[in-house]
């Protein structure tokens, strides 16, 4: 998509001075093409391939709302830039609910804001495609298909899972619920030499012990009441391939006794049998507990805790790697449209920023159901903040509640939205600069500053806040 090295900008606008301003500022960096209508930008869409279309909401007898739809809809990879200098804040909230990233209002004062703003865009893009592209190293070696992810976390245990699948070392997954702990001694079953024999995974806290033990050990006929029936067990039926025990620490030392014996030498008896049997077969553990803090109190058998956690991975907890939020929302949007057999769906810049921000205490498996109900419920083409689930909604922070509709100047709208806004984020922070710094991704003294400059007082959302100027964030 590059020309030369550069990336490539659309700037469509029916003003010559602009699009020279444009050409001026931007083409040291990037190669610029211009348009001065939607005819002329189509064309252009057809021949070439381009990172970034600047649009002006305004043109003569056209809308450039139509185009940033357009482009939404067939150019999903592209990101868009609004500008207008006569548009409204309905258009200026219709523009970003139609996928465009950014908005600059005309006259543009600040030339470097729109270099700031495409850096920042370019960034984005270019994690996705390093993602793309480590996946595509790693693959060479394994498979992962299974695992969606480019944060350094992520990247650093698959390289870990393509040094240890082809290997038979036990291994000890940790990690919060929901963090996709199966999911990644699945992928380690895969890529090993046992991946054409079973993958079974059993739940130990769900069960109680002696159907725990019935379940892996197996049990003969009249061994205990509605044993009507020789049954094979787990050890037996995975042997060739792999156990993996989810929330290993929810099992009874008593049980964790037979369950050692059977990793130090393979060898077990079902319930109510005299014979010994023999597997062959490699455990995966799992559990979202500090299992060595329960071994300190006596919770979990020290010698069951090293014979298991020989390799041990750590996957960590979805809000302390925020990279991997875009491209998971994206590949589960894709998964539950074509489930619920829709239309391709967009992430509109007011949901994303939702999801950036929002804590995941039920990390993956959290945000997956999100976004399965925000499709279920989408009637639009680019998924709005009201598809989200309630939790993930405030109405605090509605774009139909920040923004005026009625307002007629465009720079009296501004401040007025700019007050709503400010309002809005400190009510739902209680008034702390810091949360407010993080969800608006303005710098805390740029806030402390607007704040001041619209006559808003943080101290005053705060609970139990006193007429003081101290700072308790």
């Given at each position: 998509?590059?020309?030369?090295?550069?990336?490539?900008?659309?700037?469509?606008?029916?003003?010559?001075?602009?699009?020279?301003?444009?050409?001026?500022?931007?083409?040291?960096d990037?190669?610029?093409q211009?348009?001065?209508?939607?005819?002329?930008?189509?064309?252009?869409?057809?021949?070439?391939?381009?990172?970034i279309?600047?649009?002006?909401?305004?043109?003569?007898?056209?809308?450039?709302?139509?185009?940033?739809?357009?482009?939404?809809q067939?150019?999903?990879?592209?990101?868009?830039?609004?500008?207008?200098?006569q548009?409204?804040?309905?258009?200026a909230?219709?523009?970003?609910?139609?996928?465009a990233?950014?908005?600059?209002?005309?006259?543009?004062?600040?030339?470097?804001?729109?270099?700031?703003?495409?850096?920042?865009?370019?960034?984005t893009?270019?994690?996705?495609?390093?993602?793309?592209?480590?996946?595509e190293?790693?693959?060479?070696?394994?498979?992962?298909?299974?695992?969606?992810?480019?944060?350094?976390?992520?990247?650093?245990?698959?390289?870990?899972?393509?040094?240890?699948?082809?290997?038979?070392?036990?291994?000890?997954i940790?990690?919060?619920t929901?963090?996709?702990?199966s999911?990644?001694?699945?992928?380690?079953?895969?890529n090993?030499?046992?991946?054409?024999?079973?993958?079974?995974?059993v739940?130990?806290?769900s069960?109680t012990?002696?159907?725990?033990?019935?379940?892996?050990?197996?049990?003969?006929?009249?061994a205990?009441?509605?044993a009507?029936?020789?049954?094979?067990g787990?050890?037996?039926?995975?042997?060739?391939?792999?156990?993996?025990?989810?929330?290993?620490?929810e099992?009874?030392?008593?049980?964790?006794?037979?369950?050692?014996?059977?990793?130090?030498?393979?060898?077990?008896?079902?319930?109510?049998?005299?014979?010994?049997?023999?597997?062959?077969?490699?455990?995966?553990?799992?559990?979202?507990?500090?299992?060595?803090?329960?071994?300190v109190?006596?919770?979990?058998?020290?010698d069951?805790?090293?014979?298991?956690?020989?390799?041990?991975?750590?996957?960590s907890?979805?809000?302390?790697?925020?990279?991997?939020?875009?491209?998971?929302?994206?590949?589960?949007?894709?998964?539950?449209?074509?489930?619920?057999?829709?239309?391709?769906?967009?992430?509109?810049?007011?949901?994303?920023s939702?999801?950036?921000?929002?804590?995941?205490?039920?990390?993956?498996r959290?945000?997956?159901?999100?976004?399965?109900?925000?499709?279920?419920?989408?009637?639009?083409?680019?998924?709005?903040?009201?598809?989200?689930?309630?939790?993930?909604?405030?109405?605090?922070?509605h774009p139909?509640?920040?923004?005026?509709?009625?307002?007629?100047?465009?720079?009296?709208?501004?401040?007025?939205?700019?007050?709503?806004?400010?309002?809005?984020?400190?009510?739902?922070?209680?008034?702390?600069?810091?949360?407010?710094?993080?969800?608006?991704?303005?710098?805390?003294?740029?806030?402390?500053?607007?704040?001041?400059?619209?006559?808003?007082?943080p101290?005053?959302?705060?609970?139990?806040?006193?007429?003081?100027?101290?700072?308790?964030?």
């Open positions: 998509m590059k020309n030369n090295g550069k990336h490539r900008i659309l700037v469509v606008d029916d003003s010559p001075e602009t699009l020279e301003l444009f050409r001026h500022q931007l083409a040291p990037y190669h610029i211009t348009a001065e209508s939607l005819e002329e930008a189509r064309k252009l869409l057809n021949h070439f391939n381009f990172h279309a600047i649009i002006d909401l305004i043109l003569p007898g056209e809308n450039g709302l139509d185009l940033i739809q357009e482009i939404t067939n150019y999903p990879y592209m990101a868009v830039i609004a500008i207008s200098g548009a409204t804040i309905e258009s909230v219709q523009a970003m609910k139609l996928g990233n950014e908005f600059i209002t005309k006259p543009i004062r600040n030339l470097d804001l729109i270099n700031l703003q495409i850096n920042k865009i370019l960034q893009q270019w994690l996705i495609e390093e993602n793309q592209r480590l996946n190293l790693i693959q060479k070696d394994i498979e992962t298909d299974l695992i969606i992810g480019n944060s350094p976390s992520i990247q650093n245990l698959l390289q870990k899972v393509k040094k240890i699948a082809k290997l038979d070392a036990t291994v000890m940790t990690g919060e929901g963090v996709g702990k999911v990644f001694a699945e992928l380690i079953h895969r090993s030499h046992r991946k054409l024999k079973k993958f079974v995974s739940n130990c806290g069960l012990e002696t159907l725990l033990e019935s379940l892996l050990f197996g049990h003969k006929k009249g205990f009441t509605d009507w029936r020789d049954k094979i787990y050890f037996q039926e995975a042997s060739g391939g792999t156990l993996f025990l989810d929330e290993i620490t099992t009874s030392l008593s049980f964790q006794v037979k369950l050692l014996k059977v990793l130090e030498t393979g060898i077990f008896r079902q319930v109510g049998s005299d014979n010994d049997m023999f597997t062959d077969l490699r455990i995966i553990a799992a559990t979202n507990k500090d299992i060595s803090e329960l071994v109190q006596k919770l979990f058998r020290e069951l805790y090293y014979r298991l956690n020989v390799i041990n991975l750590h996957i907890p979805l809000r302390e790697r925020k990279d991997d939020i875009k491209i998971l929302s994206s590949a589960f949007v894709r998964e539950f449209c074509a489930k619920y057999k829709k239309d391709e769906l967009t992430i509109s810049p007011g949901v994303m939702i999801l950036l921000n929002h804590d995941w205490k039920g990390n993956v959290e945000l997956r159901n999100a976004l399965e109900h925000a499709v279920i419920l989408a009637e639009h083409s680019i998924l709005q903040t009201e598809d989200l689930p309630e939790n993930l909604n405030p109405d605090s922070l139909e509640i920040i923004y005026s509709h009625e307002l007629e100047n465009w720079h009296k709208s501004r401040t007025e939205f700019e007050k709503r806004y400010f309002t809005a984020l400190l009510d739902s922070t209680k008034g702390n600069l810091s949360q407010a710094a993080r969800i608006s991704e303005i710098e805390r003294v740029n806030i402390y500053k607007k704040c001041r400059n619209l006559g808003i007082d101290q005053c959302f705060r609970k139990g806040s006193s007429n003081h100027e101290t700072d308790t964030d």
